[in-house]
């Protein structure tokens, strides 16, 4: 039976021997038939997964590139960033008195803007970094670290107070990930309110696959009609937070797909006035799913063998 490729291309003939002549029933050669249409698939099959491999091989290599480039360029363009909001804070400084007050007006608007221009490079460099940041192994760690080191982070304020569970749980997760995750909803969450103070309570859920958090806090709430497209990238770049700075719309959009990226779903509940409520989960690594399951959270019914 001829091999041909899905072009028309030949490639060879699928063959029986046999030591003495002997005659195919229609059957048989069915079979024979069919088994050459098998061949020429997973030969097609082959072809593909090489052509796949050559590719991602080929993105792989890009991304790598544009991430060097992304962090060269970030390097490069935040010490003349610098610069230019020192030198107009000097200017202020200095010559407050003569420069006029419309003046210094476009100088505390020049501080402003070049400040956020620093905000998107860096937000912009965290997403080109996001995959290799989602690809780090899985490691053990206590909840209790993981919290304890978010509140350091962002709790340093006086009126920021938040609230997080007390277990002293060990989980298996990628720690790099998660910190990424938290960091950015409850930084989002003490910028965007307009309450005297912050308040944030951090839950957690051990569930058999997965591990579930929810980041809910006392801001001011996001329109109804911006719910669907608020973790698009430059979503809210039309948002002022606390001190008037607007915001970049990268962030949620990075929290999305790291999110995503190890293996996780999130979503968002919110109330203008009211705050809102993110929750999102992260899966275990396959020996913590086995053990949670093995223990007081196994689903009924379900054996060894069916989980394996």
Same mark, same amino acid.
């Given at each position: 039976?001829?091999?041909?490729?899905?072009d028309g291309y030949k490639l060879g003939? *699928?063959?029986?021997?046999?030591? @003495?002549?002997? +005659? $195919?029933? /229609?059957?048989?050669?069915?079979?024979? !038939?069919?088994?050459?249409?098998?061949?020429?698939?997973?030969?097609?099959?082959?072809?593909?997964?090489?052509?796949?491999?050559?590719?991602?091989?080929?993105?792989?290599?890009?991304?790598?590139?544009?991430?060097?480039?992304?962090?060269?360029?970030?390097?490069?363009?935040?010490?003349?960033?610098?610069?230019?909001?020192?030198?107009?804070?000097?200017?202020?400084?200095?010559?407050?008195?003569?420069?006029?007050?419309?003046?210094?007006?476009?100088?505390?608007?020049?501080?402003?803007?070049?400040?956020?221009?620093?905000?998107?490079?860096?937000?912009?460099?965290?997403?080109?970094?996001?995959?290799?940041?989602?690809?780090?192994?899985?490691?053990?760690?206590? *909840?209790?670290?993981?919290?304890? @080191?978010?509140? +350091? $982070?962002? /709790?340093?304020?006086?009126?920021?107070? !938040?609230?997080?569970?007390?277990?002293?749980?060990?989980?298996?997760?990628?720690?790099?990930?998660?910190?990424?995750?938290?960091?950015?909803?409850?930084?989002?969450?003490?910028?965007?309110?307009?309450?005297?103070?912050?308040?944030?309570?951090?839950?957690?859920?051990?569930?058999?696959?997965?591990?579930?958090?929810?980041?809910?806090?006392?801001?001011?709430?996001?329109?109804?009609?911006q719910l669907q497209s608020v973790f698009?990238?430059?979503?809210?770049?039309?948002?002022?937070?606390?001190?008037?700075?607007?915001?970049?719309?990268?962030?949620?959009?990075?929290?999305?797909?790291?999110?995503?990226?190890?293996?996780?779903?999130?979503?968002?509940?919110?109330? *203008?006035?009211?705050?809102?409520?993110?929750?999102?989960?992260?899966?275990?690594?396959?020996?913590?799913?086995?053990?949670?399951?093995?223990?007081?959270?196994?689903?009924?019914?379900?054996?060894?063998?069916?989980?394996?």
């Amino acid at each position: 039976v001829p091999l041909t490729t899905p072009d028309g291309y030949k490639l060879g003939t *699928l063959c029986l021997f046999d030591r @003495e002549p002997r +005659t $195919l029933s /229609e059957e048989t050669q069915r079979a024979l !038939i069919n088994m050459a249409r098998q061949v020429e698939a997973l030969l097609e099959l082959r072809y593909q997964n090489r052509l796949l491999l050559e590719t991602r091989a080929q993105l792989q290599r890009n991304n790598d590139e544009l991430v060097h480039f992304a962090g060269t360029v970030a390097h490069d363009l935040k010490t003349p960033i610098a610069n230019i909001v020192n030198l107009a804070e000097l200017v202020l400084q200095q010559n407050r008195s003569t420069i006029g007050e419309k003046s210094a007006e476009w100088l505390v608007k020049l501080k402003s803007s070049t400040r956020i221009l620093a905000k998107y490079i860096d937000e912009l460099l965290v997403a080109y970094t996001r995959d290799k940041l989602a690809y780090e192994p899985a490691q053990v760690v206590k *909840l209790r670290d993981i919290f304890s @080191e978010l509140k +350091t $982070l962002t /709790e340093s304020a006086a009126d920021v107070g !938040i609230s997080v569970p007390l277990d002293d749980l060990e989980i298996s997760v990628n720690r790099s990930a998660l910190m990424q995750i938290l960091l950015n909803l409850v930084t989002n969450a003490i910028k965007f309110c307009d309450e005297p103070r912050v308040e944030i309570s951090i839950s957690f859920v051990d569930k058999p696959c997965t591990y579930e958090f929810t980041v809910q806090d006392n801001g001011r709430g996001i329109a109804a009609q911006q719910l669907q497209s608020v973790f698009d990238l430059f979503s809210s770049s039309s948002i002022q937070d606390r001190q008037g700075n607007l915001g970049t719309g990268i962030g949620l959009s990075n929290v999305r797909k790291l999110v995503e990226r190890v293996g996780g779903e999130i979503s968002v509940q919110s109330t *203008l006035g009211q705050g809102s409520i993110f929750r999102f989960s992260v899966a275990k690594s396959l020996q913590s799913a086995l053990s949670s399951t093995t223990g007081r959270d196994r689903m009924p019914g379900l054996s060894d063998r069916e989980l394996t």
